[in-house]
């Protein structure tokens, strides 16, 4: 089965710097990579996703690359705000039969310092 | 309103007890989901109905049973659970899947499940 590893586990950093998290997926079927943002005590919602059509997607602040020869996957966010503390997770899915079968990254938590 | 709403939010009972979550989506979707979020590990997929259908079943012990009435509800009944049990349950639902297709999924604000 599909195997998504995550890194960093944390990450700070100061207000108006960049933050990338990074994924690595072992299925080189696997075809639809979202991400999703959990802060305290919420739920986990999607920020941004990519399918393996395309090599990089950006909304406003943040942006997603996928590199599918070497199976991985990032998520950049620019000009950080206190706002984007969370803990933020990638996930993969796809390959015939598995459509719905999302398999999640351990989580990064990210936190902006003022 | 939420999108997919869970209940209840938190939950405290003993390992012989039987008590059922719930979960429900006004996002006219078809597929729902059942996921654990334990502390330090990934999330888990538990279940996944597909249009009433449960097509996904990540080898879950026996004593966490799904229930799916219709494409807007979706029910986990709980019994003599374990300590090891204790955790966050998520409620997700997306479009329906295809074989070729991946639907965004959509997370209720889960249930806190505490064994003693």
């Known amino acids: 089965g599909e195997n998504v590893e995550q890194h960093p586990s944390t990450l700070s950093v100061q207000e108006g710097d960049s933050a990338v998290i990074k994924c690595t997926y072992s299925d080189s079927a696997s075809n639809y990579f979202p991400w999703y943002k959990q802060e305290l005590g919420k739920r986990p919602q999607l920020i941004i996703d990519i399918r393996s059509n395309v090599g990089e997607k950006k909304d406003q602040r943040i942006a997603v690359t996928l590199n599918k020869t070497a199976k991985h996957f990032s998520l950049h966010i620019t000009e950080t705000q206190p706002e984007d503390s969370a803990v933020y997770f990638c996930a993969a899915t796809g390959g015939i039969g598995t459509a719905s079968k999302l398999t999640f990254g351990t989580g990064t938590r990210l936190q902006v310092m003022l | 309103e939420t999108g997919v709403t869970q209940t209840p939010r938190h939950l405290v009972m003993g390992m012989t007890n039987k008590k059922s979550l719930k979960c429900e989506q006004h996002l006219g979707h078809n597929a729902m989901y059942w996921y654990k979020q334990s502390a330090k590990k990934p999330l888990e997929l538990m279940f996944v109905?597909?249009?009433?259908?449960?097509?996904e079943n990540n080898s879950v012990p026996s004593r966490f049973s799904p229930e799916c009435p219709n494409s807007s509800h979706l029910f986990l009944h709980l019994h003599t659970l374990q300590p090891e049990d204790s955790a966050l349950y998520l409620c997700?639902?997306?479009?329906?899947?295809?074989?070729?297709?991946?639907?965004?999924?959509?997370f209720g604000d889960g249930t806190r499940l505490s064994i003693l």
């Open positions: 109905y597909n249009f009433k259908e449960q097509t």
């Open positions: 997700a639902s997306s479009q329906g899947q295809t074989t070729y297709s991946n639907q965004p999924q959509h």
